[in-house]
């Protein structure tokens, strides 16, 4: 997508590629759910990121972007079963409502 807005409402936006140079501005729009596939994808964001629930993350690799500082919040979960992170300069926070808990396994 290159112009308009992105409402995700309760969706899993799946990012599925096999090869390198895919790239992830969100320009503010939170993702709900959001998931990682394909061996060989490579994924750099290009500012920061919200999710509003889980992040998974089985193949391939997402990039926060070298010499970049784009955050990562988190309300949920972050599973990374098999694939890479790459997190840089940037932190990644988990932000959910007050008395949840987040998991985040590998």
């Given at each position: 997508?290159?112009?308009g807005?992105?409402?995700s409402?309760?969706?899993t936006?799946?990012?599925?590629?096999?090869?390198?140079g895919?790239?992830?501005?969100?320009?503010?729009?939170?993702?709900?759910?959001?998931a990682?596939s394909?061996?060989?994808?490579y994924?750099?964001?290009?500012?920061?990121?919200?999710?509003?629930?889980?992040?998974?993350?089985?193949?391939?690799?997402?990039?926060?972007g070298?010499?970049?500082?784009?955050?990562?919040?988190?309300?949920?979960?972050?599973s990374?079963?098999?694939?890479?992170?790459?997190?840089?300069?940037s932190?990644?926070?988990?932000?959910?409502?007050?008395?949840?808990?987040?998991?985040?396994?590998?």
């Amino acid at each position: 997508m290159t112009s308009g807005s992105f409402v995700s409402g309760a969706s899993t936006i799946t990012f599925n590629a096999s090869a390198p140079g895919r790239l992830i501005t969100t320009q503010g729009y939170p993702f709900s759910n959001i998931a990682f596939s394909g061996a060989g994808g490579y994924w750099t964001l290009q500012d920061s990121m919200t999710v509003l629930s889980k992040v998974t993350l089985s193949a391939g690799t997402l990039d926060t972007g070298a010499g970049s500082n784009f955050a990562i919040a988190v309300a949920g979960d972050w599973s990374s079963a098999g694939g890479t992170f790459m997190a840089r300069q940037s932190t990644v926070s988990f932000n959910g409502d007050a008395g949840s808990t987040s998991t985040c396994s590998a």
